[in-house]
C-alpha cells in the first residue's frame, strides 16, 4: 500500500500540545494498518522578537482555552519569561533533524519537546536545551547535535514550512492522509479522537482496497 499519514504541525503550538493525545492514538491507529506517519514541522513563529507583556497576556489566554477544551495539562506560572523570544524554528529544526537521523525516534522527542515547553517551562528554543530532549529520546548526544546545525537540515526545515504554506495550510494541527501521491484532509484544527477515528479508519479500510 502505497500509503502514509501526514502530521503538519508545530512543537511549539498549544492547539498541537492539545491534541497530542489524539494524533497519537490516530498514528498506532494507521501503524496497526501498515501505515507510517511523518511529521511535517510548519513554523507557528520564526524570528520573532522578545514578548512583551500584552503579547503574552494574550498568548497564556491562548493556552487557557486549550486546556479548559483538551484537558492537556500546562504549567502558566513562570512560563514565558522576560525577554523570551518565541521562535519556533529550532524546535522544528530538531525535529526534521530526528526525522533524519532515526524517523522512529522523532516522536519521542516530539514528546519530550512539548511537555517540557508546557508542562515545565523550558526553553526549548536554544540548541542545548534540545540536544538535551534529543539525548532523553536515545540519540547520540554529539550526532544529534552536529545534525542541528547542519546547512541540509536548515534547508530541509525551510524546505517544509515552504511546503506547508503553499499547500495553503494556515492551521495547526493538520493531519493529511496521502495515497498515491494524493491527498486527503482529515482535519485542520483540533477535534476529538471519537470524532477522527472512524474518519481516519474508512481512508484505511479505503487505501487497503486500492
Given amino acids: 500500500m502505497n500509503a502514509r499519514l501526514l502530521y503538519v504541525m508545530d512543537p511549539m503550538c ?7 493525545p489524539v494524533a497519537q492514538a490516530l498514528i498506532a491507529q494507521a501503524r496497526e494498518a501498515g501505515v507510517a506517519t511523518r ?10 522578537s522578545p514578548l512583551d507583556a500584552s503579547t503574552r497576556k494574550y498568548i ?4 487557557q482555552a486549550v486546556a479548559e ?15 523570551f523570544v518565541y521562535d519556533t524554528e529550532p524546535a522544528c529544526r530538531a525535529l526534521v533533524a530526528a526525522r533524519e537521523l532515526d524517523a522512529e525516534r522523532v516522536w519521542p522527542l516530539l514528546a519530550l519537546i512539548q511537555r517540557g515547553f508546557y508542562q515545565q517551562g523550558l526553553d526549548v528554543t536554544t540548541a542545548p536545551q534540545l540536544v538535551e530532549l534529543a539525548e532523553q529520546a536515545g540519540f547520540d548526544r554529539a550526532t544529534f547535535a552536529d545534525a542541528l546545525l547542519r546547512a541540509d537540515v536548515r534547508a530541509a526545515t525551510a524546505a517544509d ?17 496521502e495515497r498515491n501521491g494524493q491527498l486527503a484532509l482529515l482535519t485542520n484544527g483540533y477535534q476529538p ?5 472512524p474518519l ?7 487505501a487497503a482496497c486500492a
Fill in 69 to 83: 477544551a483538551t484537558g492537556q495539562p500546562f504549567a502558566f506560572e513562570g512560563a514565558m519569561p522576560d525577554g
Fill in 161 to 177: 514550512f515552504s511546503w506547508v504554506q503553499d499547500l495553503g495550510i494556515a492551521g495547526f494541527p493538520t493531519l493529511l492522509a
Fill in 193 to 197: 479522537l471519537q470524532s477522527l477515528q
Fill in 39 to 48: 511529521v511535517v514541522p510548519g513554523g507557528l513563529r520564526r524570528g520573532a
Fill in 60 to 63: 497564556l489566554e491562548h493556552w
Fill in 14 to 20: 498549544s492547539w498541537c500540545w492539545g491534541f497530542a
Fill in 200 to 206: 481516519l479508519g474508512r481512508w484505511l479500510q479505503q
